[in-house]
């Protein structure tokens, strides 16, 4: 079964601080790579994509990619407490061409003042 | 421009009666996608549109559960008879192109008594 592994947390950081989430996947044949953002209640918000090796920059954000290792994760510089929330990782099923995602669990992040 | 919306936000019912959910996608979105995530699980994929066809229902749980989308525009959930372990909340999501960005909505509360 594909699965998407991420620590349930909490992830507790101070104001100013780097929050580093991390996500394994099992899937070798996933091609697309994405971080959502839920607060409690609400949708599960687009924050970050990405489809190659490396690291890819978006303002406080910045998600690495190694693809060799299956491994996903997210920087978040100067964490804000509006930055708490839960986090989720999702990766695209290889063996399909439908664009369907294979989530993790999330990981909860609070960002103390 | 309109989000994804769904229909009710919240549902409670007993064991055996019928419900249905409605999602309707941005306007546009020729993909709509059902998802699902159940207490203490990750969300879970249960099928994928393009316009009105079921391009893959691979995540449907059961013959219980029955998803149309006629005329390619909003599409329904229907559970019917619903059991207890269908409890969860269903999310709604929709893209323009099948590897584009997915917009979810706020998601139904279902709880089955």
């Known amino acids: 079964q594909k699965e998407v592994e991420q620590n349930s947390g909490p992830l507790s950081v101070p104001e100013g601080a780097i929050a580093s989430l991390n996500c394994t996947y099992s899937?070798?044949?996933?091609?697309?790579f994405f971080w959502y953002r839920q607060y409690s209640g609400k949708s599960p918000e687009l924050i970050m994509s990405i489809y190659s090796n490396g690291d890819k920059e978006d303002g406080r954000f910045t998600a690495q990619l190694n693809k060799a290792s299956q491994y996903v994760s997210l920087l978040i510089r100067d964490s804000q407490p509006s930055d708490s929330a839960t986090y989720l990782c999702a990766v695209t099923d290889g063996s399909s061409n439908t664009g369907k995602l294979i989530f993790g669990q999330g990981t909860t992040l609070q960002v103390k003042p | 421009e309109a989000g994804v919306t769904q229909f009710p936000s919240h549902s409670v019912i007993e064991k055996g009666q019928t419900v249905t959910l409605r999602c309707d996608p941005i306007?546009?979105?020729?993909?709509l996608y059902w998802y699902r995530r159940v207490m203490g699980k990750e969300i879970k994929f249960l099928l994928h549109?393009?316009?009105?066809?079921?391009?893959?229902e691979s995540g449907m749980p059961n013959n219980r559960f029955l998803a149309e989308r006629t005329g390619g525009t909003y599409s329904t959930l229907k559970v019917q008879p619903a059991e207890l372990e269908d409890s969860g909340v269903y999310f709604c999501?929709?893209?323009?192109?099948?590897?584009?960005?997915?917009?979810f909505g706020p998601g139904t509360r279902l709880t089955v008594l």
């Open positions: 549109f393009v316009k009105e066809s079921k391009q893959d």
């Open positions: 306007s546009g979105h020729d993909n």
């Open positions: 999501a929709s893209s323009q192109d099948q590897g584009g960005r997915k917009f």
């Open positions: 899937d070798r044949g996933s091609q697309s």
